[in-house]
């Protein structure tokens, strides 16, 4: 398949902080989109964020990139606090859930949250099924106020799972600390 160039779409981007550590969520947005229409997305985004985040992460705020562009603008989005319950700890910084998804076109799609309000074992595993927050989450990407696509600009499909991860580097230092060495 022929890549695309990153900037084929009007991208969202949310930067927000998870224990200390900066990151970007990017959704992809139809063509046609706007700046005005960008903060109504990155509002509707940050609502379902908020609960997956704990009171000592922060959301600062989002930027729009117009399609063709390899300029994004800040979008008038006030700094927000997490809400999720719970203390956070140090062993579970580097966690994330992802959301994924395919066009018709056969490109992939994912989105990504950093958060260590995810609690994995020590292996980086989870067999819990999706909370109501991350379920939240695959729903405000089909809504019609985001509506996020591809890289191709196509609509995709959404699968209905969830995926969690660590780190691989803090999942090999996890596991040291658990298993014995040879």
């Given at each position: 398949m022929t890549p695309l160039p990153e900037n084929n779409t009007p991208t969202l981007f949310i930067r927000y902080s998870s224990r200390g550590q900066m990151h970007d969520a990017?959704?992809?947005?139809?063509?046609?989109?706007?700046?005005?229409?960008?903060?109504?997305?990155?509002?509707?985004?940050?609502?379902?964020?908020?609960?997956?985040?704990?009171?000592?992460?922060?959301?600062?705020?989002?930027?729009?990139?117009?399609a063709g562009s390899d300029v994004s603008l800040p979008l008038?989005?006030?700094?927000q606090a997490g809400m999720a319950p719970g203390t956070p700890d140090d062993d579970r910084m580097p966690n994330f859930v992802s959301w994924t998804g395919r066009s018709a076109d056969g490109r992939d799609v994912k989105f990504t949250l950093f958060?260590?309000?995810?609690?994995?074992?020590?292996?980086?595993w989870r067999d819990l099924t999706p909370s109501a927050g991350e379920q939240?989450?695959?729903?405000?990407?089909?809504?019609?106020?985001?509506d996020a696509r591809t890289i191709s600009g196509q609509q995709p499909v959404w699968n209905a799972y969830v995926n969690y991860g660590a780190s691989a580097y803090y999942q090999r230092k996890a596991r040291r600390t658990v298993l014995p060495t040879p």
């Open positions: 990017q959704v992809r947005l139809p063509s046609g989109a706007t700046s005005a229409s960008a903060t109504i997305a990155a509002g509707v985004m940050i609502a379902v964020m908020k609960p997956l985040l704990f009171p000592s992460d922060v959301i600062y705020g989002a930027r729009f990139r117009q008038p989005i006030s700094a958060t260590a309000a995810v609690s994995l074992d020590q292996q980086g939240a989450v695959l729903l405000a990407l089909t809504d019609d106020d985001v």
